[in-house]
Nanobody, 125 residues
Framework: QVQLVESGGGLVQAGGSLRLSCADS????????VGWFRQAPGKEREFVAA????????GYADFLKGRFTISRDDAKKMAYLQMSSLQPEDTAVYYC??????????????????WGQGTQVTVSS
């Protein structure tokens, strides 16, 4: 079973950076794509970034404009989301998720099988 735990969220000023981590604490050796999603108060959950199970393919939401970078370290069973040039509109709860389908990656939250509990990111102006 895959068990995901996010960390690294917090309060940061506009223009600052944060690195979110996603740890798989489960005992499974399953391979999976990792996606990051976010949900702001009163809004639907939206796709942020994803990386394939092999790490060779990644994709980002268009609104990011190159500010975030997703990566993974399978030896440590970790995934990361490096966020820079943060803006108040980036304020949200950020979730990592695992997609066990072994395709490249999906932007659709319904394709993900396991989710973490989320980590809050707050960007002040």
């Amino acid at each position: 079973q895959v068990q995901l735990v996010e960390s690294g969220g917090g309060l940061v000023q506009a223009g600052g950076s944060l690195r979110l981590s996603c740890a798989d604490s489960g005992r499974s050796d399953s391979r999976y794509a990792v996606g990051w999603f976010r949900q702001a108060p009163g809004k639907e959950r939206e796709f942020v970034a994803a990386i394939s199970w092999s790490g060779g393919i990644s994709g980002y939401a268009d609104f990011l404009k190159g500010r975030f970078t997703i990566s993974r370290d399978d030896a440590k069973k970790m995934a990361y989301l490096q966020m820079s040039s943060l803006q108040p509109e980036d304020t949200a709860v950020y979730y990592c998720a695992a997609d066990l389908r072994l395709t490249s990656y999906s932007r659709n939250s319904y394709d993900y099988d396991y989710w973490g509990q989320g980590t809050q990111v707050t960007v002040s102006s």
